[in-house]
């Protein structure tokens, strides 16, 4: 598999085994990641940056800020960058700052900081990695939920033969690889999605709609296409690139083109998914020709919309899974709990558009999932592709899938 476009970061500490690193890095170029190194004082003991440098094409890292110039290494911004972290080889200290929350480099400043999963690959003697307090660590550190690698057994820098060798670059690189392979739970599932805001003229240049863009609902359509779902895409009006991304696609503008769209598949869908903002009112006409400005103020007379995802609810069969989304400014829960009920809902997702990084435009969002059983979920604010992969996964539970 390509590793294109993914972003990973790789520490590497100071062991014996860092040259090893120079392997690794060479194979996830090759593969075709966009690679960061951050290395620890000691490991620039046991292999150069240069070597580091030349590989990954980028600078390595190992401070806060350099010296010379006072460029400052951002690790908040570092951590947000990746998509996955490994650390190889890591050493007994490094593994024990880490299961620790110690903070005293770079690469452990970056490693609290990140969001995206982490892979750490030890490597030490064999004493040292069978010794108590490592284990312990190891322990520690797979429970906040790091992936461990297990040191695999073989001849030690030491001279002694036994379990403590880093795992080796090209089983490493197997590893990344399976990360990235998307599982196919969904394989065979038709999944509806709704997305966007929709529009509603009350003359040919002016409409009511909304700040909605759509991202949360394409992530959403991503993340179901990756594990196997044929997904379909009723979206409203936005700037998105929805065409040639394996989705069926019908764009629509109104509240009422939107219900059609959705009405005319619904009863083949598996999963549907209404993350559109959909216009709750619409003008109850449309003047003809603009309206120009005649005095102080303009009355618009306001008629209910169709309530898209509640009259879809009422034909939802016993094998059908709906999930809807709540965005409120005050009394979230009770909201979002009132609509679950209200619209037959299996999940209801709610955010907030009061808080920064949630909701409406924003690249990031932070929900609570509540399920008809009663199971509420809550998230960290994660960028929208993380969101849409943990509400993927509680579908998967919901519904028993492998």
């Not at 990344?176 to 509806?192: C, D, E, M, R, Y």
Request: glycine share 6%; charged share 20%; proline share 4%.
């Amino acid at each position: 598999m390509s590793l294109q476009g993914k972003r990973i970061l790789v520490g590497v500490t100071g062991s014996i085994a860092a040259y090893k690193t120079a392997t690794l890095v060479r194979l996830l170029i090759k593969s075709g990641a966009d690679v960061q190194l951050i290395a620890t004082t000691s490991a620039l003991d046991f292999i150069t940056p240069l070597t580091l440098a030349t590989l990954s094409k980028r600078p390595v890292l190992s401070a806060f800020f350099e010296k010379s110039t006072g460029q400052w290494h951002n690790h908040v911004e570092l951590g947000l960058w990746a998509d996955l972290f490994i650390i190889a080889p890591l050493s007994a200290n490094t593994l024990a700052k880490f299961a620790q929350g110690a903070c005293d480099n770079l690469l452990t400043a970056t490693y609290l900081s990140c969001r995206c999963p982490v892979l750490l690959a030890p490597a030490m003697d064999l004493d040292m990695y069978q010794h108590p307090s490592v284990r312990t660590n190891l322990e520690k550190v797979a429970s906040y939920g790091n992936r461990v690698l297990d040191a695999e057994t073989g001849e030690l820098a030491s001279g002694l033969s036994g379990q403590g060798r880093m795992m080796e670059p090209d089983r490493i690189l197997e590893e990344v690889v399976h990360f990235f392979t998307p599982q196919q739970a969904f394989s065979g599932k038709k999944i509806l999605i709704t997305l966007g805001p929709t529009q509603e003229a009350f003359d040919p240049v002016r409409f009511l709609s909304n700040h909605s863009s759509g991202k949360m609902g394409f992530a959403l359509a991503q993340a179901f296409k990756a594990a196997g779902a044929e997904v379909h895409v009723v979206a409203g009006p936005v700037a998105l690139t929805l065409e040639n991304q394996g989705f069926q696609v019908d764009r629509v503008t109104t509240a009422a083109e939107m219900f059609s769209a959705a009405k005319a598949v619904h009863a083949q869908m598996d999963i549907v998914i209404f993350a559109a903002a959909v216009a709750d009112f619409r003008p109850e006409t449309a003047a003809p020709h603009k309206i120009k400005k005649q005095g102080e103020e303009l009355a618009l007379r306001l008629i209910p919309n169709i309530d898209l995802a509640y009259e879809l609810g009422k034909e939802k069969k016993g094998r059908q899974f709906h999930i809807g989304f709540a965005l409120e400014t005050e009394e979230g829960a009770a909201n979002a709990k009132a609509k679950l009920i209200r619209k037959n809902f299996d999940v209801v997702v709610l955010n907030s558009a009061k808080e920064v990084g949630e909701g409406f435009k924003y690249d990031t969002n932070k929900v609570h999932l509540f399920h008809k059983e009663g199971r509420v979920v809550e998230s960290a604010l994660l960028p929208k592709s993380q969101i849409a992969q943990l509400i993927l996964e509680e579908v998967k539970i919901s519904l028993g899938l492998s």
